[in-house]
Every structure is written in structure tokens, then in C-alpha cells.
């Protein structure tokens, strides 16, 4: 039972029954990726607040993906959480947390939100986008980073008499204007160069077509098995 911890600099290829977990730049909040048993042990060993997941992301209803999740639930709920919760899961999760809460007579002081995956767009957040794609009754990951535009240098911008306006988004975002004389102002000379965002392929099985192998070749790849 591992839980790691994911940003958009590493590469991974994991060990079966594996929980991983992604924490964006500029935020606090956590997402989760599968819930296995004793995931919340091996969390809070590293260091991260439990109070900051925010997205737990479930793959399947196989009992290693959601083994962890109803106490990871009631654990959030005696810390007194407040904060609303999202979970992504296929459709008949919802019966599986019913009957846990009717079993253990919980109920959970934070609003929950069930999300049903399909096929598709499923988070679109702080730069990053979540596309997920159902494969043999569980469902496969793709995260997409947002390009990171460039530093916008302020001093060049003054030094050529330029105000502040909405003109100088427009220059980060590396748009050109042309002056009445002809005179060209390419916004490429006032950043620096932007960069493409990270690709994640989140496949749950060893067993791809040619063209599914193709396809994640440049991007970093997880393999959960």
C-alpha cells in the first residue's frame, strides 16, 4: 500500500495497489487518485495536511481503489471539516458510501459532491485539465498542464513608453500590434519564453494497443496494475 506524491516534474511508474496523490503550484488543495486501504496512514507519514484534499478521483469499484475510502470519509468528518468534498467515481459508488454510512451509522458533516465519470473533460482547474476515457469498465486518466506564459518584463516595458493597461496581458500572451507607420510591437520581446504544460497518462493495464503506446510516447506515464 503506497501513497505518492505527484507534481508535474516527476515521473513515476508504480507498484500495484498504489494510491497517488497530485498537489498544484499555486494551491493548497490536494487530489487524490484511487483510495486503497491504509492510504490515509501513509499521508499523513508524509507530511500533508488531510484537511486539504479537496478531489478524490476513483478509477473503479474494484475494492483496491475504494478500500480506503469510507475511513479517509469519517476521518475528514471528526476533524470537524467543513469545506465541501468531490469525488469522481463511476456510476453505482453512491450505493457503496450509502450502505457504509447506514453499516457504520455515519453521517458526514461536510457536503459531498458524487461525481459520475464519463467519457471526457471531468476537471478543468488552476491550469490543469482532466480527461478521463472508459476502458474495459474502469476508466483511464489524462492530465493536461496549461502552457505557462513567459515573465513579463515590466522594465522594457517602460523603457519604450508603454503604460499599464490591458495591453500588457495582451504582450505577455505574445501578441503583435502594428503601429499606422508600420512599426511592429511583438509581444515575444517583452517575455520571456513561455512552456508547455506536462502530460500525465494515468493507464490502470498492461495491455495497449500499438497505437494507445504511440499516442503517450512524450508524455510521462504511470502505470497503476
Known sequence: MILRYLNFDTYIITSPNISFLIKLPAIKDIWV????????FNFLNQGFKINNVSKIIVPNL????????????????????KKSLHIYAPVDLQYYLDLGKRYSKTNFSYILYIHVLKTGLIIN????????LNYHGGYEFFIIQSEQHGTFYLDKARDNYLLPSPLYGKLKKGFSFV????????GSNFTSFSTLGCQI???FSSF???RVVESINNNRLILLM
Open 179 to 186: 503601429f499606422p507607420d508600420g512599426f511592429i510591437l511583438s
Open 208 to 210: 495497449y494497443s500499438r
Open 62 to 81: 474494484h475494492i483496491s481503489s475504494i478500500s480506503g475510502l469510507l475511513g479517509l470519509l469519517s476521518t475528514l468528518n471528526l476533524t470537524g471539516r
Open 125 to 132: 482547474q488552476y491550469g490543469c485539465r482532466i480527461y478521463a
Open 201 to 203: 497518462s494515468c493507464l
Open 33 to 40: 487518485f484511487s483510495c486503497i486501504e491504509g492510504s490515509q
